[in-house]
């Protein structure tokens, strides 16, 4: 714990050598009694905070885990005065503040205690933005009597909160009709012959068309799989680029958030429909990164390692991680990107993608308020997709699409 003096003392040390005039002018004893006051009065008040500065206690609660992004959560700071002496000030601030420092608040907390008073104090916060919060206590700062000096101390790490995307729930999406109704419950990927089946179960949603047992299904009068050892299934990948345009800092966090949610719906579609699907994405380091959530619910893992990037900043990671990592992925691929802006190299990507037999969607993220000029210039890109069939969805949040 440092000492530290505050502005207060300043005006003190030059009244100090004031002081003495009456002892020039008087000279006599009585004459230092004004230097002699202030003079005590200065080392009274540092005795003070010597005395207290040790015995204030501060504890926390905070609701660590996860939150979906526009909840509230709630922290409750106690502060505990052991001395036998009054704190005249105590000054701290409780802060809430992403990894990466995107996103970041403070709530300041000024109080006085009495001797051997303990005092709770509870605060609420509205997380807007998704991402990992550290929450904590700063610039802690106990100070003496007269405020002549004070004593500050090191922050106090309350905990960590994961706000995660709030889910939209999809009623359609432009995957390939093929996809459809190929799509595939199984796990493995390659058919070892079209008779080499262990069985057969009644026909389910999603299941394989070619699966399809027709002969017992004229008997059985109802459909009837053929449960084989293994069979192509098809699936569907959600790239999620986190290079934004240079707007005001709110309205590119709310961009970051229209990313993720979108992705975040369209994987939970994928979901619902019996595919199988991945998540993939830049961390912060610019390491590409997959991953395939239970659920897009619970994307805890995830926030902590995503984060806003420059424009210029890992720019061509994102088209390499189209090119090289989605091409490979399931037979028969859907693959929905969502993005604020197109570069020439993901415009390439994904035709490449598209001429490779692939399904490339692509959900890009238009903020409202751009001037005409900016939206056009934003959106003209979008003519050499729509050329090569690429579906192009344009929204500014998630619950648009």
């Known amino acids: 714990m440092r000492l530290r003096v505050t502005q207060k003392l300043v005006p003190l040390s030059l009244c100090l050598p004031l002081s003495l005039l009456p002892a020039l002018l008087v000279n006599s004893v009585s004459g230092y009694l004004p230097f002699l006051a202030l003079l005590c009065g200065v080392l009274l008040s540092l005795a003070h905070l010597l005395l207290i500065k040790n015995r204030v206690a501060f504890s926390a609660d905070a609701a660590s885990g996860r939150r979906v992004r526009g909840d509230s959560a709630g922290f409750t700071v106690s502060v505990r005065n052991g001395a036998s002496l009054p704190v005249p000030g105590l000054r701290a601030e409780l802060y809430f503040s992403t990894l990466d420092g995107h996103d970041c608040q403070a709530l300041p907390l000024y109080v006085t205690l009495s001797p051997r008073q303990s005092r709770d104090f509870t605060f609420a916060a509205d997380f807007t933005h998704i991402g990992a919060y550290r929450v904590g206590i700063r610039r802690l700062a106990i100070y003496d009597l007269f405020g002549l000096f004070y004593a500050s101390r090191p922050a106090l790490d309350i905990g960590h909160i994961d706000i995660l995307p709030r889910l939209h729930t999809l009623r359609s999406l432009p995957v390939s009709s093929a996809l459809q109704a190929d799509s595939s419950r199984a796990v493995t990927a390659v058919q070892l012959s079209g008779t080499d089946y262990t069985g057969v179960r009644e026909y389910a949603f999603g299941d394989p068309i070619k699966m399809v047992h027709w002969k017992l299904s004229a008997h059985a009068l109802g459909l009837m799989t053929k449960q084989t050892e293994s069979y192509t299934n098809a699936g569907l990948s959600v790239v999620l680029d986190f290079h934004i345009p240079d707007y005001d800092a709110d309205a590119r966090l709310g961009v970051f958030d229209a990313i993720v949610e979108a992705g975040a719906a369209i994987g939970d579609y994928a979901a619902r429909s019996g595919m199988d699907y991945d998540l993939r994405y830049l961390s912060g380091n610019g390491e590409r990164r997959r991953t395939t959530p239970a659920s897009f619910r619970e994307l805890d893992g995830a926030v902590r390692q995503m984060r806003v990037f420059s424009m210029d900043e890992h720019a061509a990671l994102t088209a390499r991680m189209l090119n090289e990592d989605c091409a490979a992925t399931y037979a028969l691929a859907n693959i929905a990107l969502c993005a604020a802006f197109l570069t020439e190299e993901l415009i390439l990507a994904l035709l490449n993608l598209r001429r490779f037999g692939k399904h490339p969607i692509l959900c890009l993220i238009v903020p409202t308020g751009l ?31």
């Not at 003209?380 to 699409?401: D, H, N, R, W």
């Open 371 to 401: 001037d005409p000029k900016t939206r056009a210039e934003t959106l003209e890109p979008l003519k050499k997709l729509q050329y090569a069939s690429i579906p192009c969805l344009v929204a500014s949040t998630a619950s648009e699409l």
